[in-house]
């Protein structure tokens, strides 16, 4: 296939140091650099429009639970706060997710598997940061193995301040993140595409080179 | 006009409106878990919502030729049996395609999407999906062998493949449904039903705690999306046939309408109030239970 004709056998290093041979024919990840979408920004109009409608009333949550502003996600869906009539669903793999809800803190660890999970959902996807932690670090700002700046490793497109935010103010974000979307500038899987150098830069000075795959969508 | 182009646009209309009752009825269900769950639950139309939006997603993995064709099996199934049944008894537009011995055919149709499902699922190699490809596979297997008995009673009983025939049979009135003539397949058919519909408890297949979503843990964006416009097509579609095979057919939309909603709600109060079986637990009681209804019931077909 004239796609895959430049494959070859690559060697990448397990977390543990040991060398594995991975065959890309084997591989189960792609092999392209993200491009921005093609009808961002060129063609909009009402086919544009309505669709991004859509996007902002179904929002699909990777359920990832990160740091201790997680425990504020489980209030939204019991009865009280019932995200679901506004849209709000929950989805257990980041194929199927359009929003990647960071809750707090990211451990040096856990970074490596957010990462890989927004790489895997499908443009376009939007990311939520929870917590004075997403921002600046909060009160982990200058703690060896957390990192302090959700938006050097990937676009985020609203913040929820608060340590910890309460559920309402997660429901006041969703709102304001469907303004944004509805608007077309829900545009951070573009920015991350464009921008891939910079950002995979900054995940590597962290992570360094531990045998993830350079992309893996 | 041709009148088989009438004929395909007619069946072409079939499958949309099929597809609509199948939409408004998924919202529903939902509806109704969220209440029992003291929840207001999601707006009706949202699964229409979140169709568009999953058909506005970017598809970007390439997992392999199956991976593509899965869901269009899957969305083919579903469409095969709308074309394949006679909805409307004594319509001739709203039978489509439906001739004599079609029962057989709809029997591998309700199989064949899910064997396109495995493949395609299974092609992923995403390790969630193959758990829930052997556990999904196992279990309407086992559900299948107890269905497959109480057809069969029912054909024994009619002597005749054909739906139309066996929808036919129960007109003129009430008394004369197989849920009357044959109690013990209608039973039968009645645990079947549950097995096949994936709602608990034997819903153990997509478990979104524990193995993420099953089958489809790698679908995304469009073909997330055909599988989402196949599940209501193919839900509707089953329970129709159900409705034909033991409830006396339906004569016009409205008795179709009424009748299929009230079937379809039997999964869904049962899936509201029982917990999940595990895989093993769902085989053993398929094996147990209806099976031997099943075979009662072709036996009793002897004395009667
Ligand atoms: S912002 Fe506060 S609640 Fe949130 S992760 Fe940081 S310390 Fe925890």
Known sequence: MEKFKDFKKRTVIAPDGEKIEIDPMKDYYCDAIPTPRKDYDKIPGILENFKNWARSESLWILAYGSGCGAIEMRPLMTPKHDAYRYGIQWRPTPRQANLLMISGYLSVKTLRIVVRAYEQMPSPKYVMGLGSCTINGGMYWDSYNTINRLDHFMPVDTYVTGCMPRPEALIAGFDELKKIIRAGKGVGADKYAENFAWYKENQKKILGDVGLPEYSW | ?????????????????????????????????????????????????????????????????????????????????????????????????????????????????????????????????????????????????????????????????????????????????????????????????????????????????????????????????????????????????????????????????????????????????????????????????????????????QFM
């Open chain 2, 1 to 301: 006009m041709n009148p088989i182009i009438t004929k395909i646009l007619y069946a072409l209309l079939t499958v949309f409106i099929i597809w609509n009752i199948g939409m408004v009825l998924n919202g529903f269900t939902r509806k109704v878990y969220a209440r029992v769950n003291k929840r207001y639950g999601i707006r009706i139309y949202q699964p229409y919502i979140d169709l568009i939006k999953n058909y506005s997603l970017d598809t970007l993995v390439y997992h392999g030729v199956m991976y593509y064709l899965g869901p269009i099996f899957r969305l083919t199934s579903g469409v095969g049996m709308v074309l394949f049944i006679p909805l409307i008894y004594g319509s001739e537009i709203f039978s489509n395609f439906s001739f004599a011995g079609d029962a057989i055919l709809i029997l591998y149709f309700m199989f064949f999407g899910t064997l396109g499902m495995a493949l395609g699922s299974n092609e992923t190699g995403q390790p969630y999906s193959t758990i829930g490809v052997a556990r999904g596979l196992a279990q309407v297997t086992a559900a299948e062998v107890p269905l497959v008995l109480a057809f069969l009673s029912v054909f024994i009983q009619n002597q005749s493949l054909s739906i139309s025939e066996i929808v036919s049979v129960q007109q003129g009135g009430f008394m004369h449904w197989t849920m009357w003539t044959n109690p013990m397949a209608t039973a039968t058919a009645m645990l079947a039903y549950l097995g096949s519909m994936m709602r608990s408890p034997f819903d153990v297949v997509l478990a979104p705690q524990e193995i993420p979503i099953g089958p489809p843990t790698e679908y995304h964006g469009s073909f997330l999306a055909i599988l989402s416009t196949n599940r209501p097509i193919f839900a509707v579609a089953k329970t129709i046939l159900f409705v034909n095979m033991f409830f006396g057919g339906a004569t016009n939309w409205g008795m179709f309408i009424l009748k299929a909603t009230t079937l379809y709600m039997w999964s869904v109060v049962t899936g509201t109030i029982y917990p999940r079986f595990r895989v093993d637990q769902s085989i053993r009681f398929f094996l147990k239970v209806p099976l031997i209804m099943g075979l009662l019931s072709i036996l009793l077909l």
